[in-house]
C-alpha cells in the first residue's frame, strides 16, 4: 500500500460467537491456510503475533482471503475489535510478509497423518472431497478442516480456525461431513474430530 491510501476491512461474524473473520480485500496467504493457538506459534507470522498482541485474542487463523481471530470467552467484541482491525489495516500498511521467510509453509501437515498403505486410494478420495466440498464452505465461516487419518472406516479431521470451539462444529461434522463422506466413500463409517 501507498501512503496515505486508505483500507476498508469487512468484518463477518461466523458460527462461533468466539470468532470474527476479517476481510481486507486482498490476498492474506497464499498456499495452505495456518491456524496459530497462541503468541509462541505465531511468531513465524508479523501478522499474527500483532494480533496475539491485543488483550484477550486466543487464536488467529490465517485464509486465502481473510483472517478469522478468536477471543477469550470474558472479553467482549466491542472491547477489541477497534484494536483487532488497526493491527490488521496496520500491517498491510507496513508491507510487512504475513509469514517470516523461515517459516515452514506447511508445517506439520503431512506427517502427522496416519492411515494403511492399503487405504490409500480411499484416504485420496476422502481428501479430494474434502477439498472440492467440504473445505471452500468451511472457508465461508472462516475456518478450515485438515485431514488427519483414516482407520478401520473412522476419518479423523481436525478443525481450525472458526470451526475449532465452534458451538455446531459437531453438528457439522456429524450430518454434513459425515453423510458426505459415507455417500461417496465406501467403507468409511465415522467422522471424529482430533
Known amino acids: 500500500m501507498k501512503a496515505g ?3 476498508f476491512i469487512q468484518t463477518e461474524a461466523t458460527p462461533n460467537p468466539a470468532t470474527l473473520k476479517f476481510l481486507p480485500g486482498r490476498e492474506v496467504l497464499s498456499g495452505e491456510p495456518r491456524d ?3 503468541a509462541e506459534a505465531a511468531r513465524v507470522s508479523p501478522l499474527a503475533s ?3 498482541s491485543v488483550d484477550g485474542v486466543t487464536g488467529v487463523f490465517l485464509g486465502a482471503d ?3 481471530v478468536t477471543k477469550a470467552e470474558s472479553i467482549e467484541w466491542a472491547h477489541i475489535k477497534p484494536s483487532v482491525l488497526g493491527a490488521v489495516m496496520e500491517h498491510f500498511m507496513s508491507g510487512k510478509p504475513i509469514l517470516a521467510d523461515n517459516a515452514d509453509a506447511d ?3 503431512a506427517e502427522d497423518e496416519f492411515f494403511e498403505n492399503e487405504d490409500s486410494e480411499t484416504v485420496e478420495v476422502i481428501k479430494e472431497l ?3 466440498r467440504v473445505r471452500p464452505a468451511v472457508a465461508m465461516d472462516g475456518g478450515d478442516i485438515i485431514f488427519r487419518g483414516y482407520k478401520e472406516g473412522t476419518v479423523f479431521l481436525h478443525m481450525q480456525g472458526a470451526c475449532a470451539g465452534c458451538p455446531s462444529s459437531t453438528a457439522t461434522l456429524k450430518s454434513g461431513i459425515e453423510n458426505l463422506l459415507r455417500h461417496f466413500v465406501p467403507g ?4 471424529q474430530q482430533i
Do not use: C, H, K, N
Open 36 to 38: 496459530f493457538r497462541d
Open 130 to 132: 474434502l477439498a472440492t
Open 66 to 68: 481473510f483472517v478469522s
Open 107 to 109: 508445517a506439520g501437515d
Open 188 to 191: 468409511v463409517e465415522q467422522v
Open 50 to 52: 500483532a494480533l496475539f
Open 5 to 7: 491510501e486508505t483500507m
